[in-house]
């Protein structure tokens, strides 16, 4: 839990976006929620640019590095994940709490050992970097054991900010779904955790699922090569990173119910079924840390019918932090998100531009994932249709990343339209990339 004075956490601000109206008998309200943090450290700035040494909030990174025997093919990738550990390790600020875990079908710890975190400074960073020339690879893989073995060396330091990041490049064969899962369900609201896939022998929903399960970043490094480079941007960005376990609550008045909860920028994640009660009516959703940065949320509430001309407020958006001593900290910000009964069918019937917008996002990152499914079943049909859409939808929202992947995976013939051909070959790292990147949004045009 989060332990800090108002001097280290950024400003908050919390904008809602809605058409209140409903027509009569009306109940379902929608609201984009963007919510903003200001004046903290910056968000990819280098270790150090951001604070004096040891001004920074306290943090604690874990670095695990897939050194299972499919690491030595080819040779260069081994070498590769441990430059880029190398570079990550370069871009801590000092005074960070830091280690480094090797990961098989068991974890161990490169460096320091002893079960601890080391605080990075010229020596201790050096020492990380002797230590990673003696990683090598070989056994099998079990990513839940790395997982619960970063989640006890994080937990052994005092810091405000806990963050981990995985690096794997095989399928996590030697442990059961249901270990992964139980490890990512006890990590969970511990620390944050961004995931990465190096090659393209690994499974996508297995990174995924990882990265969203500890509200952390996953994509694919198709190329070793380009590791390094990942891994310092990565490290740079939880430099940045001010406050941890932020909670959107969200209270609602009696009668009224809400529908789902999800965040549609920078990535659609669904985040209805993490709520936790927070008192007579209100809940908390997890948001995970925080820097200098921008977030959109899409609210859906159910609200009772009532007469025209009636108005109520459907719901209340706040944000709080919780305290070693069980207490919140509210930080501060606030939005309401209101429901009024009209007769005027223009008013009732408009649609938010911000509303439109993330409802299509996230018809664009559902169409992505279901179109690819089809075509791995081999219903060539449903996934042109699909894919399609996508392409459809990513041209009309000027989502133009999305609309490059796609066209790695189809021939696009109209994109208005939405008519694509499938390609009959597709490289499978352009297959895996559009897939682990199905959830990146554009945010909506002001």
Same mark, same amino acid.
């Given at each position: 839990?989060?332990?800090?004075?108002?001097?280290?956490?950024?400003?908050?601000?919390?904008?809602?976006?809605?058409?209140?109206?409903?027509?009569?008998?009306?109940?379902?309200?929608?609201?984009?929620?963007?919510?903003?943090?200001?004046? +903290? %450290?910056?968000?990819?700035?280098?270790?150090?640019?951001?604070? $004096?040494?040891?001004?920074?909030? *306290? &943090?604690? #990174? @874990? !670095?695990?590095?897939?050194?299972?025997?499919?690491?030595?093919?080819?040779?260069?990738?081994?070498?590769?994940?441990?430059?880029?550990?190398?570079?990550?390790?370069?871009?801590?600020?000092?005074?960070?709490?830091?280690?480094?875990?090797?990961?098989?079908?068991?974890?161990?710890?490169?460096?320091?050992?002893?079960?601890?975190?080391?605080?990075?400074?010229?020596?201790?960073?050096?020492?990380?970097?002797?230590?990673?020339?003696?990683?090598?690879? +070989? %056994?099998?893989?079990?990513?839940?054991?790395?997982?619960?073995? $970063?989640?006890?060396?994080?937990? *052994? &330091?005092? #810091? @405000? !900010?806990?963050?981990?990041?995985?690096?794997?490049?095989?399928?996590?064969?030697?442990?059961?779904?249901?270990?992964?899962?139980?490890?990512?369900?006890?990590?969970?609201?511990?620390?944050?955790?961004?995931?990465?896939?190096?090659?393209?022998?690994?499974?996508?929903?297995?990174?995924?699922?990882?990265?969203?399960?500890?509200?952390?970043?996953?994509?694919?490094?198709?190329?070793?090569?380009?590791?390094?480079?990942?891994?310092?941007?990565?490290?740079?960005?939880?430099?940045?990173?001010?406050?941890?376990?932020?909670?959107?609550?969200?209270?609602?008045?009696?009668?009224?119910?809400?529908?789902?909860?999800?965040?549609?920028?920078?990535?659609?994640?669904?985040?209805?079924?993490?709520?936790?009660?927070?008192?007579?009516?209100?809940?908390?959703?997890?948001?995970?840390?925080?820097?200098?940065?921008?977030?959109?949320?899409?609210?859906?509430?159910?609200?009772?019918?009532?007469?025209?001309?009636?108005?109520?407020?459907?719901?209340?958006?706040?944000?709080?932090?919780?305290?070693?001593?069980?207490?919140?900290?509210?930080?501060?910000?606030?939005?309401?998100?209101?429901?009024?009964?009209?007769?005027?069918?223009?008013?009732?019937?408009?649609?938010?531009?911000?509303?439109?917008?993330?409802?299509?996002?996230?018809?664009?990152?559902?169409?992505?994932?279901?179109?690819?499914?089809?075509?791995?079943?081999?219903?060539?049909?449903?996934?042109?249709?699909?894919?399609?859409?996508?392409?459809?939808?990513?041209?009309?929202?000027?989502?133009?990343?999305?609309?490059?992947?796609?066209?790695?995976?189809?021939?696009?013939?109209?994109?208005?339209?939405?008519?694509?051909?499938?390609?009959?070959?597709?490289?499978?790292?352009?297959?895996?990339?559009?897939?682990?990147?199905?959830?990146?949004?554009?945010?909506?045009?002001?």
């Amino acid at each position: 839990m989060a332990n800090f004075s108002k001097s280290n956490v950024p400003q908050f601000s919390v904008d809602v976006y809605q058409n209140e109206y409903l027509p009569d008998g009306g109940r379902e309200v929608n609201a984009i929620v963007t919510v903003t943090s200001t004046g +903290g %450290g910056t968000v990819g700035s280098s270790a150090g640019a951001s604070y $004096a040494p040891g001004q920074g909030p *306290s &943090a604690g #990174v @874990a !670095i695990m590095v897939d050194c299972s025997g499919s690491m030595d093919y080819p040779p260069t990738k081994m070498r590769n994940a441990r430059d880029a550990t190398a570079a990550a390790i370069d871009t801590l600020r000092d005074g960070t709490h830091f280690a480094v875990v090797g990961g098989t079908h068991v974890a161990k710890e490169v460096y320091p050992g002893g079960g601890r975190l080391a605080v990075a400074d010229r020596t201790t960073r050096e020492q990380a970097k002797q230590a990673l020339r003696r990683l090598s690879a +070989g %056994g099998g893989t079990a990513i839940g054991t790395w997982l619960r073995l $970063a989640d006890r060396l994080l937990s *052994s &330091a005092d #810091v @405000a !900010i806990r963050h981990g990041i995985l690096l794997t490049d095989g399928r996590n064969e030697h442990e059961s779904p249901e270990d992964l899962k139980a490890a990512l369900d006890s990590c969970a609201g511990r620390f944050t955790c961004d995931a990465r896939g190096v090659g393209t022998d690994w499974e996508v929903k297995e990174v995924t699922g990882i990265a969203s399960a500890l509200l952390g970043t996953a994509d694919i490094v198709a190329d070793p090569t380009g590791l390094a480079a990942d891994f310092t941007q990565m490290m740079e960005t939880a430099m940045g990173k001010e406050v941890a376990d932020v909670a959107l609550r969200l209270w609602t008045p009696v009668g009224t119910t809400i529908k789902f909860v999800k965040q549609v920028a920078p990535t659609v994640e669904q985040l209805t079924d993490r709520r936790t009660e927070a008192g007579p009516r209100a809940g908390d959703y997890p948001t995970g840390s925080w820097g200098d940065e921008s977030r959109d949320y899409h609210v859906c509430v159910e609200v009772p019918s009532a007469g025209l001309g009636q108005e109520m407020l459907a719901a209340r958006v706040s944000l709080v932090v919780p305290q070693p001593d069980g207490s919140v900290q509210n930080l501060g910000a606030q939005g309401l998100i209101r429901a009024v009964w009209t007769d005027d069918m223009a008013a009732s019937t408009s649609i938010n531009p911000q509303v439109a917008h993330y409802t299509g996002q996230a018809e664009l990152a559902q169409a992505i994932q279901q179109g690819l499914n089809l075509r791995k079943a081999g219903d060539m049909d449903g996934a042109t249709a699909k894919l399609g859409r996508a392409v459809q939808l990513a041209s009309a929202s000027g989502n133009a990343d999305t609309a490059k992947l796609l066209a790695k995976v189809v021939d696009v013939v109209d994109a208005v339209t939405g008519t694509v051909r499938l390609k009959a070959k597709v490289a499978e790292a352009d297959e895996m990339t559009l897939e682990t990147r199905s959830t990146k949004t554009v945010r909506v045009k002001k």
